[in-house]
């Protein structure tokens, strides 16, 4: 993989991560377009579950960034004839 759009990819998992980790939880989770829009989802949306669980993706994205900083091991080489 090209070393520049692996170092994105980092920045990105990392990035999202961090949000989805820390979003949940804010003010701003209370107070968005969806809840004023579509007050149905108003119990799901606030429910901590549903929380905990958009901080778990956050989490996983997070370490499959980390999983993309350690270097890969190059396949074996196929002697040719």
């Known amino acids: 993989m090209n ?15 961090a949000l989805l980790l820390y979003l949940p939880w804010t003010n701003f989770w209370e107070q968005n377009y969806f809840l004023g829009h ?6 799901i949306l606030l429910n901590p579950s549903f929380r905990g669980f958009v901080s778990g993706i956050g ?4 370490l499959l960034a980390f999983g993309l900083i350690r270097p890969r091991p190059e396949p074996p080489r196929v002697p040719s004839r």
Request: net charge neutral.
């Open 59 to 62: 989490v996983l994205d997070i």
């Open 38 to 43: 579509f007050p149905s989802l108003l119990p």
């Open 3 to 17: 070393r520049v759009l692996r170092a994105l990819l980092i920045i990105l998992y990392f990035e999202m991560g």
